[in-house]
């Protein structure tokens, strides 16, 4: 069964960094646009941030714009999220996911279990 896995998630101080990492068991990652999207509980899940497939078309919600970076390293079919400056409320459960294009987020089909992250002093 094709799986997207998160990784990278963990407990971070308010101002702290974390790179979250997408990959993907058997299925062509690197093909396909990839986006971060988070949830809060009792909170819908929202986009934070997409990736076309060539790495050259990039889209960030506006409360990652400026803190976050996503890339991508199609040879190692895998997708990147580096979060900076973290702050309390970007503490939520993380998505990658993908079959789906970046100017519609409520487009993307296939999704990993996700990964939490909490900032927290």
């Known amino acids: 069964q094709v799986q997207l896995v998160e990784s990278g998630g963990g407990l971070v101080q308010p101002g702290g960094s974390l790179r979250l990492s997408c990959t993907a068991s058997?299925?062509?990652?690197?093909?396909?646009?990839v986006a971060w999207f988070r949830q809060v509980p009792g909170r819908e899940r929202e986009g934070v941030s997409c990736?076309?497939?060539?790495?050259?078309?990039?889209r960030y919600e506006e409360t990652a714009k400026g803190r976050f970076t996503i890339s991508r390293d199609n040879g190692k079919k895998t997708v990147y999220l580096q979060m900076n400056s973290l702050i309390p409320e970007d503490t939520a459960v993380y998505f990658c996911?993908?079959?789906?294009?970046?100017?519609?987020?409520?487009?993307?089909?296939?999704w990993g279990q996700g990964t939490h992250v909490t900032v927290s002093s």
């Open positions: 996911a993908t079959e789906g294009t970046c100017s519609a987020w409520a487009s993307f089909s296939r």
């Open positions: 058997q299925f062509p990652l690197d093909i396909y646009s």
């Open positions: 990736i076309s497939v060539s790495g050259d078309k990039t």
